[in-house]
């Protein structure tokens, strides 16, 4: 069992940097791989990037990529979310996930632990 903290969402004008942290709580957290999705108002969640296990592969939705990095420290049972060059369509609330596979994968359904989630707002 894991469970998982939020933090760091916020405001920010378009074109700036945001870095959330996802802490997770248990001695395990190397066992898991973590993604990231967002919901926005009236929309279904959606996939924005993963992370495996190792740290060593992942997986990044094409409307983020180039702008959005993902990276863990399983030292600190802690995940980042780098969010640079964001958009008013980025304005969603920001979910961390961990999954008991190794590989970063896109499927919601795989994901068996959630975070309450962090609002970021980007505005124009």
């Known amino acids: 069992q894991v469970q998982l903290v939020e933090s760091g969402g916020g405001l920010v004008q378009a074109g700036g940097s945001l870095r959330l942290s996802c802490v997770a709580s248990g001695r395990t957290f190397s066992s898991y791989a973590v993604g990231w999705f967002r919901q926005a108002p009236g929309k279904e969640r959606e996939f924005v990037t993963a992370?495996?296990?190792?740290?060593?592969?992942?997986n990044t939705a094409g409307s983020v990529k180039g702008r959005f990095t993902i990276a863990r420290d399983n030292a600190k049972n802690t995940v980042y979310l780098q969010m640079n060059s964001l958009k008013p369509e980025d304005t969603a609330v920001y979910y961390c996930?961990?999954?008991?596979?190794?590989?970063?994968?896109?499927?919601?359904?795989?994901?068996?632990?959630w975070g309450q989630g962090t609002q970021v707002t980007v505005s124009s």
């Open positions: 996930a961990a999954e008991s596979t190794p590989w970063a994968t896109r499927v919601l359904a795989n994901y068996g632990y």
């Open positions: 992370i495996s296990r190792s740290g060593g592969s992942t």
